[in-house]
């Protein structure tokens, strides 16, 4: 029974493979933006890009499962407010969500270094 209470930690292939692969899809999706017409399509597929690659630059330092999963919640709501953010031309919201987005996945692996580190004790 407390096998079932504990969360399955995160696999460092598994963790490799979806750094791999989000960061593959950034990549496309930034090598596409050239191609397309359109300022808030250009604009959307760019800043899919960003979000896929903080999703990918954080999933090497998550613990579980549930972690990565939360994770890919974030990146697609990150997504659809990019969508609304883009499509409807609200500027403040992009920059904020391209600033959001990368400090969040920096935030990751520098929580995990300092997790361990007691400062008043």
């Not at 969360?7 to 090598?31: M, Q, R």
């Not at 890009?49 to 499962?65: M, R």
């Not at 987005?101 to 300092?114: D, E």
């Amino acid at each position: 029974m407390a096998k079932r209470l504990q969360t399955p930690e995160l696999s460092k292939p598994l963790a490799g493979l979806v750094f791999v692969l989000f960061w593959a899809v950034a990549i496309v999706a930034w090598c596409l933006v050239p191609g397309l017409v359109g300022h808030g399509l250009r604009g959307f597929v760019a800043d899919t890009g960003i979000i896929f690659a903080s999703v990918g630059f954080a999933a090497p330092f998550l613990a579980t499962k549930a972690h990565l999963l939360g994770a890919i919640a974030l990146g697609a709501l990150g997504i659809a407010l990019f969508a609304v953010g883009d499509f409807l031309n609200i500027q403040l919201l992009v920059y904020m969500l391209r600033l959001l987005g990368p400090v969040l996945a920096v935030l990751t692996p520098v929580n995990k270094l300092s997790n361990g580190i007691r400062i008043f004790n």
